[in-house]
C-alpha cells in the first residue's frame, strides 16, 4: 500500500489565493502605503565654521501638515555619531515643493558623513497619520547619505 500526502486544496486554488493577495497589497491595500512625503537632502553648504544643510520637501498628500518635527542624528565619515538634534519641517501645504534649510552649528561640512533620521517627534495633519515614519522616502543630492 502506498501513501501519498497532499494538500487541502487545489493548486489552482492555491495559485489564485496567492494571485488575488498579490494584487490587494500592490493596489494599495493595508501592507502596502505610498509615501506622501519625500525629503531630499540637496545640498550642504560651509558657513564660516560650521554647515548648512538644504532639504527639498515634496508634501504629495492633499493633507497640510501643521507639525513635522524629526529626531536626527548626525554620523561623522568614520561612522561615529556626531550629534543628535531636532528639525521643525512644517507648516508643510499640500501637494507642494518646499526648501527648508538649518545650520548644523559646530559642525564643518567635512565632519558630515550621514544623517539618520531616526524617529519624527511630532507630525500633524487635519486627519489622522497612522505611522508618519513609513510616510517618508529619503535621497540625496550630495555625497552625505539620508536614510531611515
Do not use: H, W
Amino acid at each position: 500500500m502506498r501513501c501519498q500526502l497532499r494538500p487541502k486544496g487545489s493548486a489552482l486554488q492555491r495559485t489564485g489565493a496567492i494571485f488575488a493577495a498579490t494584487l490587494f497589497l500592490g493596489s494599495g491595500g493595508i501592507a502596502a502605503q505610498e509615501a506622501s512625503i519625500a525629503i531630499e537632502l540637496n545640498k550642504l553648504e560651509p558657513q564660516g565654521g560650521q554647515c548648512r544643510a538644504y532639504l527639498v520637501i515634496e508634501n504629495k498628500s492633499s493633507s497640510e501638515y501643521s507639525e513635522l518635527k524629526l529626531d536626527l542624528v548626525l554620523f561623522r565619515p568614520d561612522g561615529v555619531i556626531g550629534r543628535r538634534f531636532a528639525v521643525e519641517l512644517a507648516p508643510l501645504r499640500a501637494n507642494k515643493r518646499t526648501v527648508k534649510l538649518f545650520d548644523l552649528e559646530g559642525t564643518a561640512c567635512e565632519e558630515v558623513g550621514s544623517l539618520l533620521i531616526n524617529d519624527v517627534m511630532e507630525c500633524k495633519t487635519p486627519g489622522p497619520v497612522a505611522d508618519c515614519l513609513q510616510n517618508i522616502t529619503t535621497s540625496t543630492l550630495t555625497n552625505v547619505q539620508l536614510n531611515k
